[in-house]
Each structure stands twice: as C-alpha cells, then as structure tokens.
C-alpha cells in the first residue's frame, strides 16, 4: 500500500488534490482513498490531507502517520511544522519550489535515496495556465513522475472528470508542465 | 456501477435510488454534504417525484418529515450532533406514531466543550427513542445500509436511523459500488402506506393516551421492535443476494473462528482493526472482531452465539455515560449472562481521537496479557495533559491507559 501525505493551506485545494490522487489511482484500476484532516477550514491555515492507493480494498481508516510520500503544496510549512513527520526511509518528497531541494531541505536529502527528495515551481506553472496559485494538479504530476505509480494522464483525467471544459483543461496542461519538469530533473541527474 | 466519490455523495445517490417522496434537513457538519447532494440531484431532475424542502431548524426537519410520513410517502432526513439534539422531541414522536422514516445520523461528538468530530455520543443519547439504530463500518457497508433501511423501516413501521461516522466515512473519498435503479426497484417496491392522512377519508393521528392504556401501548412498541431483528437479517440476506455483497446484518465476525480474544466495535473502527487483526495473525496472536451494526434492537442472542465460548472481550466504546460507565458493556452482559466470560471496556476515540491500529493492537495486548484492572479503562488517554490539569491538587496519574481504580484512587488523594 502506497500511503501519501499532502500538506498546504487551506484555499490551495489540497483536499481536492488529495481526492484527484484518489480519481487518478482509480481510473487506473486501483483501490484508492482520500480524506481530509479535519477541522482547519480556514483559508490560509494548515490543512493536512491524505490518500492510500493499494491493489485490495482499503478497509483502515486511520490517519497516515508512515507515509511513503509527502507532498507540500506551500513552502512556508517547512518552518511552520515537521511535515515530514513519519516519511519512511525510501520514501519521496515532492516540495512546491523553484528552489533546489539541497538549499532548502538538506538533511532531507542526505536521509532519503538518490532521487527521492524533488522540487517543482508548481505555483508558477499553475499561474501560466490555470491564473490562478492552485498547485495541486503540478504536484500530482510531479509524484507521479517522481514514482511512476500512475500516469500523467490520470491526473489530467481526474481534474477533467472534476471540472469539465476550461479549468479542467488549464489544470490538464499545468501537470504536463509538472510532469516534464520532473522526468527532465530525473534524466539530469 | 464503481464510482470513486466521497461517502456523501455515494448516500445521497443511495437515498435518490430509493425514490423518496419527501426530504428535509436542515445542515450541520458532518451531514451536509449529504443532503446537499440530495438537493443537488432533486434540482437536477434525476431524482424525480421528491419535494426537497429547507427548513430553518433541526426541528423542523424532523417535524416536517413526520408530517411527510404521516401523509404517506417515503421520507428521508439527516443531521448529526447537536441537531440531533435538537429534534429530540420529534425523534420520539416519529417512532411513536410508527412512521418509517430513514434518517441518517454522521455521528458527531455533543458539545460542550464545542468538537465537530466524530464519535458515537449524538447517535447512543437517543438509544431508547424506539428507533432502529445501524450502524455502519464503510462507505460501502452505509450505502447498502440505507437501501435496506428504506425496507426495513416499511415493513416493521418504525423508522431507523442509519449511524454511520461524521467525517472518518462521510468526509472519504472511496471505491463505491452502487446499484442500478433496476435493482434497487426490484428490491424496494414502491412503498405503500397502510395508513395515512388523506383529506378525503380524515383519521386523526397521534391521539393522548393516558394511563389505562400507556403501559399497553409501550409494549406494543416493544414488541414491534423486537419483530425487526429478524427483517433486519431476512432484508440483509435478501440484499447480499442480489449484490453479492455482506453488508448490513445485526453483527458481522472476523477472524472469529479459534480467536482468543474478541473485541466488540461499532462504525468505521472496525476497518481499521481489521487491518490490525490481519497483523497480528501473522505475528500468531489470535484476535477476532465482532462488528456490532444492529445497536437498536440489541442483538442479545446473535451477540451471545459471537462470542460463543471466547474467554476474554474487549468492548471499544465511543461514548460515554456519565455517572456510570460504557454504554455498550451492560448490553453485551445481558447476552452472555452465565457464561464466565471476562469482559472489559475501553473508551477511545472520543471527539474525534484516532482509533489507529495500534490502539487496536493495544487493547489485545491488555486483555491477553490480564493488563485490564477493571470493568473499564480510559484506553487512549493522554496522561501528560491530565497530570498539568490536576497538579495543584497534587495528583499525578502513571502513563498509559487510566483505569476506574485509579479514578477512584486519585478522589481518595485529592481529600486527603
């Protein structure tokens, strides 16, 4: 079971995201669950949401405390809270920065393999296409290419399915951008 | 059909292929997004013939669905927590007057102190309402459960709240299977009220009952809801059929079989400790779960058979009855009256405190290794917090779970 934490603020659609996780993982075939943690619903505030991907129905219904990935849509958390809290020791780290991940999280990248710790202007590319700071759909490309756990495609599907015609589209092409972004880190390194 | 969708939408779909006449509700977390759903898809056409109607109270929600029923069409509602509450009233009203109404309950704690999270105080506070009371373990298992409901309800003419956990199931994003209209038709034929309000032939309803008939009328009641344990189990059979699915029922063993302790849980935990249990196994402990979905009536007999000759359970308890102890514990003692069976409660998961595996795992620890000191143990208790509230009075509890001994130990301290 793959088990994916994803930390934001609220107002930058990480509840959504984690459900499109869910979307992406289902079209593919998989068993898939996504849930908030509730209660901050606050624009601004921290929100924590979470998603299991597995081949057998998910029957647990407790929060991920030993995530095998944690993905941070806000960079401000990483001083605000240990948001890799639990992160196994091949686990991956996917942060929302145009930034090299040495020069923001070192240690991270010492403790965790080659590869595993990746950044991704994700807010950047989300105001080229959608114009809006919504980095979820980015940050799910940017997983899957880091992990290769489901496609591109299914995560631009799953934004589609959610929201047919424009938004869906711009979010299509935002993880395109994402995903490149990330397979071109891979191959540089 | 196999959708991947949060718990309410997947109800509200549920509720809309039971075509109801009437639903009303009136919004609180963690139930809204259910009957939101619900008006979403009256005003959208697909769910046809169904008078949505908003109403500025719980109250009134419950008030209005009785006047539904009453005049003869199948009703569905839904609130939480305080909402519940504040129906109160009209939950004993509906029950008294027979009518068959499903309502859902996302089971929320009771304020004060104010908590929008999930455990089972709103649901067990209105345990002798004469309601039917399921609960459910998934999204999947809630689904099902509030087709059955529908029929349940109709058949027995007594309504029934469908339990399922606020936020842990409603607020998830799941794999759902739900049914065709054809089969859900097929299953649940259009209801037909044995008797209603209708101008044209007037009957009063409701009418007072005073002393020389009260008892009499209590016992009709009770007699009516004891008949449901066997619809409810007919229904169960009857709609696994068709699904080929193990949903609803009075309880649910796993891992029953040769277990050497076995622990009693309602709602969403029991996924969890399943997971828990499976582990466990492979480390050659031996540990079943009884899933109680039936709390109203209380399965005494179908509960006496899970446990058969197992020495040792473990109730997890969500809730709490102030004053005295769990709620569930006498309940279970009643089913296994005679039997030297060692049964013990333990509180966790209140207002929302994760029931984890290893909360799970705990609880098997303590009852296979006689860590248990009595009846009933504050499991999932954080000691630290406790101790900072209680040190001017110069009582300090040891880590790790807090036992009713040590309750009553630590008032013998504060007087001396």
């Known amino acids: 079971m793959l088990q994916i934490r994803l930390h934001g603020r609220g107002g930058q659609g990480v509840v959504t995201a984690a459900e499109m996780l869910s979307l992406a993982a289902f079209l593919e075939g998989h068993f898939a669950q996504a849930f908030p943690s509730f209660g901050s619903e606050r624009t601004g505030a921290p929100v924590v949401a979470y998603a299991r991907i597995d081949d057998k129905d998910i029957r647990t219904h407790e929060p991920i405390l030993k995530p095998n990935a944690v993905v941070v849509q806000d960079r401000t958390l990483l001083s605000a809270l240990d948001v890799f809290a639990g992160l196994t020791e091949d686990g991956y780290a996917i942060i929302n920065s145009a930034d090299d991940p040495k020069v923001i999280v070192p240690e991270l990248v010492e403790r965790l393999p080659k590869g595993h710790v990746l950044t991704v202007p994700a807010t950047d590319f989300a105001m080229q296409k959608i114009g809006r700071p919504l980095p979820g759909a980015p940050m799910l490309a940017a997983l899957a290419a880091a992990t290769n756990v489901f496609d591109l495609n299914s995560v631009q599907k799953s934004f589609q399915t959610r929201y047919p015609g424009k938004v869906g589209d711009a979010n299509a092409e935002t993880a395109a951008l994402a995903y490149n972004y990330i397979k071109d880190k891979i191959k540089e390194a | ?416």
């Open chain 2, 1 to 416: 059909m196999l959708e991947q969708i949060e718990g309410s939408l997947g109800i509200a779909k549920a509720v809309a292929l039971c075509r109801p006449g009437a639903v009303c509700a009136y919004p609180i977390s963690p139930q809204t997004h259910i009957v939101e759903n619900v008006g979403k898809l009256v005003k959208e056409g697909s769910l046809k013939d169904c008078e949505f109607i908003n109403v500025e109270s719980e109250f009134s929600a419950l008030s209005v669905s009785i006047g539904a029923s009453a005049g003869g069409v199948r009703t569905y509602t839904a609130t939480a927590s305080q909402g519940l509450l504040f129906m109160a009233e009209a939950v004993y009203n509906a029950s008294g007057l027979g009518l068959p109404i499903v309502m859902t309950v996302a089971s929320r704690a009771i304020g004060a102190p104010i908590n929008i999270w999930n455990d089972h105080s709103d649901s067990l506070s209105q345990r002798d309402s004469g309601w039917l009371q399921l609960f459910c373990e998934s999204n999947q298992d809630a689904v099902d459960t509030h087709i059955m409901a529908f029929k349940i309800a109709e058949e027995v003419g007594l309504p029934v709240m469908v339990c399922m956990d606020g936020f842990v199931l409603t607020h998830a994003f799941e794999r759902l299977d739900i049914p065709e209209q054809e089969l859900v038709d097929k299953f649940l034929p259009e209801y037909q009220p044995k008797e209603f309000l209708n101008p044209d032939e007037p009957i009063s309803m409701g009418a007072m009952v005073g002393p020389e008939a009260f008892t009499e009328v209590r016992f009709l009641q009770q007699r009516k809801i004891a008949s449901s344990l066997e619809v409810i189990e007919r229904v169960s059979k009857e709609f696994n059929a068709l699904t080929g699915r193990n949903s609803g029922g009075l309880l649910d063993c796993y891992n029953c079989e040769n277990a050497d302790v076995k622990l009693i849980i309602m709602g969403s935990s029991v996924g969890t400790a399943k997971d828990a249990v499976d582990e466990l196994k492979e480390q050659g402990i031996n540990a079943g779960i009884i899933s109680l979905k039936a709390y109203r009536p209380f399965p005494y007999e179908a509960m006496r058979a899970a446990i058969g000759d197992t020495k040792k359970v473990v109730i997890l308890e969500r809730a709490f009855s102030f004053g005295a102890r769990g709620i569930l514990y006498p309940e279970v003692m009643r089913s296994i009256k005679g039997l030297d069976t060692q049964v013990n409660t333990a509180i966790c998961g209140l207002g929302g405190r994760a029931v984890l595996g290893s909360t799970i795992k705990g609880l098997v620890d303590y009852a296979l290794n006689d860590k248990f000191e009595d009846e009933l143990t504050w499991f999932d208790i954080d000691t630290d917090t406790l101790n900072s509230y209680l040190k001017d009075k110069g009582i300090s509890f040891p880590q790790g779970p807090i036992s009713e001994k040590q309750l009553e130990a630590s008032l013998k301290g504060a007087k001396a």
